[in-house]
Structures are given as structure tokens and as C-alpha cells.
């Protein structure tokens, strides 16, 4: 069983930056997908950015391409979201998710096993 907490969100000017962090529980971190997904007001959720341990692979959304990047400490089993140039549209309930690596990353919010309670970004135009 894993175990998901996520910290770091808040409020912010546009053009700001925020890091998220994800601490998890369980054994085996590094054989686990880490994700981060996201979901505003009315919205479905959505896909932010994934990565794999084992390969080194990480995908990210058009949308936060060049501004977020995510990474991960396995000493710690802790994955973060560093967001940069932040826009009124990131605002969003941000959400850690995690999966077995197995196949191919994920970007499908179902397929993930493992979800934290989220933490809410809000950025202010």
C-alpha cells in the first residue's frame, strides 16, 4: 500500500512560482510512476507531468511544458513540482498520483492506483 501527501500550494501573483511536494509511504518507491495531475472548478482532471525512475522518462502536458518540472528524491520518497511563470489558468486542485511502472507512463488519470488529497494553487492575474 502506498500512501500519498502533498504540500506546497497556495496563492501567487501570475508570472510566480510554487513548489509542490509529494511524500509517500510504502516500500519500493523507486518502482513506482509519480505523477502529478490537477483539476479546477467545474473541470475534469488532468494530466500535468509523470515520471519514471527506472528509465529516466518524463512526460509533461503541452500546457506546462517549459514552465513546471518535476522531480523526485527516493532517499526520501518524495516527488515534487516546481511550477514557474505561474498563469490564472493553473489554478487548480493540484493531485499526486503514483502506479507500478509497468508498460508505458501513463497520462490517463484512471490507471493510476495511488492518489494523495490534493493541495489547492490558486494564481491571482
Known amino acids: 500500500q502506498v500512501q500519498l501527501v502533498e504540500s506546497g500550494g497556495g496563492l501567487v501573483q501570475a508570472g510566480g512560482s510554487l513548489r509542490l511536494s509529494c511524500a509517500a509511504s510504502?516500500?519500493?518507491?523507486?518502482?513506482?510512476?509519480m505523477g502529478w495531475f490537477r483539476q479546477a472548478p467545474g473541470k475534469e482532471r488532468e494530466f500535468v507531468t509523470a515520471?519514471?525512475?527506472?528509465?529516466?522518462?518524463?512526460y509533461y502536458a503541452d500546457s506546462v511544458k517549459g514552465r513546471f518540472t518535476i522531480s523526485r528524491d527516493n532517499a526520501k520518497k518524495t516527488v515534487y513540482l516546481q511550477m514557474n511563470s505561474l498563469k490564472p489558468e493553473d489554478t487548480a486542485v493540484y493531485y499526486c498520483a503514483s502506479r507500478f511502472s509497468l508498460g508505458v507512463i501513463s497520462t490517463t488519470s484512471s490507471l493510476y492506483n495511488y492518489w494523495g488529497q490534493g493541495t489547492q494553487v490558486t494564481v491571482s492575474s
Open positions: 510504502g516500500r519500493s518507491f523507486s518502482n513506482y510512476d
Open positions: 515520471h519514471r525512475w527506472t528509465t529516466s522518462s518524463t
